[in-house]
């Protein structure tokens, strides 16, 4: 199948996705949605419509990264139903994504950005104030549970960072290969990059997503079902259950040290590159 015939699919599935994600929302009760103390929501209903909106990047952002919504949602049948239709959907639209992007990524790069002009999908861009798809957020997966349910403990692990020397010829490659067609954010950085002076050393920090887990424990069994997930779990149980929260998620951000030798603001940003503070 051509490029063209693809992205035609890949369009139409994409709004399928925003479709059904409001869908399954329009389907829950506000008094259906459980959220840590710390969310700010106003209500269980704006959280939920936050998270399965969420399908954009708010930056220039690492799209290695993805956003986190924790919270559980009981869920009758009818929005298991349809929160199973959008899961195949984004199924879909992964499978799509990943044969544009083997037929030629610069080509899937473009259509991204024309994508984002078109139509509805522009209007709802441009009312949150936002200019890009973060595909991973569109085809990650919603978990659902179905079953007798104890207890549901959340557990929040932070995995640090790492850091790697970088040289300038790496860097300028990494950049171009981001897009060769070099928009202007990418310009900026190559003409930041080729007046920086070899002197200064240059160094790629990544910082590890942290690992938020949900252990599920059910009447009668003694193992949890544990899931790996920063999105809401909708279940349906037969019982009242309690849930908690880990308390470290309430600070998802990891501390600076007042002693680095970084500089806090990333000087290529798009590659998550740093200049190294002179000594």
């Known amino acids: 199948m051509s490029f063209s015939e693809l992205s035609i699919r890949f369009k139409k599935c994409f709004n399928d996705i925003l479709f059904l994600s409001d869908l ?87 259509f991204l950005i024309t994508l984002c002009k078109s139509g509805a999908i522009h209007a709802r861009l441009s009312r949150l104030g936002l200019r890009r798809i973060h595909t991973k957020q569109v085809y990650r997966h919603i978990y659902s549970v179905d079953g007798n349910v104890k207890s549901v403990a959340y557990s929040h692990y932070k995995r640090g960072k790492s850091i790697v020397k970088y040289d300038k010829e790496k860097a300028e490659a990494d950049l171009i290969a981001l897009n060769k067609s070099q928009p202007p954010h990418i310009k900026i950085q190559l003409e930041k990059l080729y007046q920086h002076p070899s002197s200064i050393p240059l160094v790629q920090v990544r910082t590890n997503a942290p690992t938020i887990k949900a252990n599920i424990f059910f009447e009668d069994v003694t193992a949890p079902l544990t899931i790996k997930t920063k999105m809401p779990i909708f279940m349906h149980s037969t019982g009242d259950f309690k849930v908690s929260f880990a308390p470290s998620m309430k600070n998802r951000n990891v501390s600076t040290r007042s002693d680095s030798t970084i500089e806090p603001e990333p000087f290529l940003p798009s590659i998550s590159v740093y200049r190294k503070i002179k000594p």
């Open 24 to 110: 399954v929302i329009k389907s829950v009760d506000e008094e259906s949605v459980i959220l840590p103390e710390f969310e700010n929501h106003i209500s269980g209903i704006g959280f939920l419509t936050s998270a399965l909106n969420d399908y954009w990047h708010s930056g220039e952002g690492d799209a290695r990264f993805t956003s986190c919504h924790v919270g559980i949602v009981l869920a009758n049948r009818q929005t298991i139903q349809y929160l199973n239709i959008l899961n195949k959907k984004k199924v879909e639209f992964h499978q799509l994504y990943n044969s544009l992007n083997e037929i030629s990524k610069l080509e899937m790069d473009n």
